[in-house]
């Protein structure tokens, strides 16, 4: 199975920072890798797919990058409602795998 | 509007047997790639298994020969029977779907609760 890891696994940040997350698969997946966004108690909510194409209605403050092993995912400028755990999901091969989860908090 | 809604879930013990259900509205389920992901109490996302819009099944090692999904064109449902579950089953269940090949998970169900436990 790919292993995903992502880190950091948390990160305090205030309103207006640029905030990124890495995503490390353990083996190549070109760019078949997705972000998601998940608040406490809801459903998770695609952000990115195929590493860098911004889902519709996200807001462009969002981005993604990278291919192969190495992804980010960057949030431009973090809003209050960016304070939430983000996912990143390999899709190259079964089994789907996802990263641990990066909570990004309010410093 | 673009919607899942997922029912079935409960108290179940261990060895027993449940089958969850995802109800599909505002598009249809053979023409996209449906899939189950679960989350366990305070852990990540785990994938469970997909049923693509070939028609094949494909599982996660640890529910395989367990868990069967099936997909039901007239209801325009997607389920999940889950048998011999076990305490690490113990999870909320998602449904969602994929447009097709290169895409991400885009509409997710509100998930459902499935507790195994004697």
């Known amino acids: 199975d790919i292993q995903m890891t992502q880190s950091p696994s948390s990160v305090s940040a205030s309103v207006g920072d640029r905030v990124t997350i890495t995503c490390r698969a353990s083996?190549?997946?070109?760019?078949?890798l997705a972000w998601y966004q998940q608040k406490p108690g809801k459903a998770p909510k695609l952000l990115i797919f195929?590493?860098?194409s911004l889902q519709s209605g996200v807001p462009s403050r969002f981005s993604g990058s990278g291919s192969g092993t190495e992804f980010t995912l960057t949030i431009s400028y973090l809003q209050p409602d960016d304070f939430a755990t983000y996912y990143c999901q390999q899709y190259n091969t079964y089994p789907w795998t996802f990263g641990q989860g990066t909570k990004v908090e309010i410093k | 509007e673009l919607q899942l809604v997922e029912s079935g879930g409960g108290l179940v013990q261990p060895g027993g047997s449940l089958r969850l259900s995802c109800a599909a509205s505002g598009f249809t389920v053979s023409n996209n790639d449906m899939t189950w992901v679960r989350q366990a109490p305070g852990r990540g996302l785990e994938w469970v298994s997909v049923?693509?819009?070939?028609?094949?099944?494909i599982y996660a090692d640890s529910v395989k020969a367990r868990f069967t999904i099936s997909r039901d064109n007239f209801k325009n449902t997607l389920d999940l029977q889950m048998n011999r579950l076990r305490a690490g089953d113990t999870a909320v269940y998602y449904c969602a779907r994929r447009l097709g090949y290169g895409y991400g998970l885009d509409v997710w169900g509100q998930g459902t609760t499935v507790i195994v436990s004697s």
């Open positions: 049923f693509d819009n070939y028609g094949n099944a």
């Open positions: 195929t590493s860098s």
């Open positions: 083996q190549g997946i070109s760019s078949w």
